[in-house]
């Protein structure tokens, strides 16, 4: 089963006859042109854009019209840059009631688009109602991270983006919030990757949080300049828990799909709108094997999930 296989029948379980609009940059070329083809075989109608969106600037018109029009229902993103913390998403998501999904790398591993999406299903709803009943989040890890933060809106991407309003990164796999503003504060080193920087196990990069504003300590120049390049970047912004069992690395320093893997833990710096106030764009990095409390509750110790808290067994 291929990537758009995955993506239509098992993610969106489209139906022949249905609308999608693509919105794609030179980046997803190849891959927008496999997805047309793929969408003629199988009866799908596509609409399809091409726009030199970059980072953190404004949404062109052409595109903006898949979010805000009622047609297509259906939004595929393939962008280097994406949109998805942009007041238009969240008007398609959740006035529209469109299914928006945000397309990561097409040519990483074919074995990450294919996790089994009722296992996270089942994990994240856990997981989710868990998050829903917490007030405060304690993390820490061995790497040196340690840090706490509200709950505010919660949020799932299980792969499941087959009913009206819903919908996420492809391949999915993370359950998450969006702390309360000003509610975090610690350490945090990402030890993993961090987007747009690239794979940081040798380096790992400390930050120091004070209120959500991130004030790097040991950090490479090229995350001080990423952190730099808009004023939002400087705040914490997501929290989020991987939950996808086959995600495969990839050397790609601008995806992030590590995020995704079970036994991680990631930070979103930057605007947040899908879930939250803060407008601009947004990175996320990651951080390995950490131990999580729920208001003193065992989450996780060392990236293993506590399975009676989850109530999986």
Excluded at 99 to 115: K, M, T, Y
Excluded at 191 to 211: N, S, T
Excluded at 270 to 280: D, E, I, Q
Aim: net charge negative.
């Amino acid at each position: 089963m291929n990537l758009f296989e995955n993506l239509l029948s098992r993610s969106l379980k489209i139906q022949p006859g249905e609308s999608i609009g693509l919105i794609h940059d030179f980046t997803f070329r190849a891959a927008a042109q496999q997805l047309e083809d793929y969408c003629v075989a199988t009866n799908v109608s596509l609409q399809r854009v091409e726009i030199g969106y970059t980072f953190g600037q404004v949404i062109p018109d052409d595109a903006k019209k898949f979010f805000l029009d009622d047609y297509p229902p259906i939004v595929v993103l393939g962008l280097r840059e994406n949109m998805w913390h942009s007041p238009e998403r969240k008007v398609a998501k959740y006035v529209k009631r469109k299914r928006v999904v945000n397309l990561l790398n097409p040519d990483g591993p074919c074995s990450s688009f294919a996790a089994p999406i009722e296992t996270m299903v089942l994990v994240g709803s856990k997981l989710e109602e868990l998050l829903h009943q917490t007030r405060m989040v304690h993390i820490f890890t061995e790497a040196g991270t340690s840090l706490t933060a509200e709950v505010g809106t919660v949020f799932c991407e299980t792969g499941d983006y087959s009913r009206p309003g819903t919908g996420g990164d492809f391949p999915a796999g993370e359950v998450g919030f969006g702390p309360v503003e000003r509610s975090v504060s610690g350490t945090v080193v990402y030890d993993l990757k961090i987007q747009h920087v690239g794979f940081v196990r040798q380096a790992p990069h400390r930050v120091v949080l004070v209120e959500d504003i991130a004030s790097p300590v040991n950090c490479s120049d090229e995350y001080r300049r990423l952190v730099a390049s808009h004023p939002s970047l400087n705040y914490i912004s997501e929290i989020s828990f991987g939950i996808n069992s086959v995600i495969a690395e990839e050397e790609n320093s601008q995806s992030i799909v590590e995020e995704k893997n079970i036994g991680t833990c990631h930070f979103g710096s930057g605007g947040n709108l899908s879930y939250g106030n803060r407008k601009g764009p947004h990175f996320d990095g990651v951080i390995m094997q950490p131990t999580v409390f729920l208001d003193g509750q065992l989450l996780m110790r060392n990236g293993v999930f506590n399975q009676d808290l989850l109530r999986l067994t």
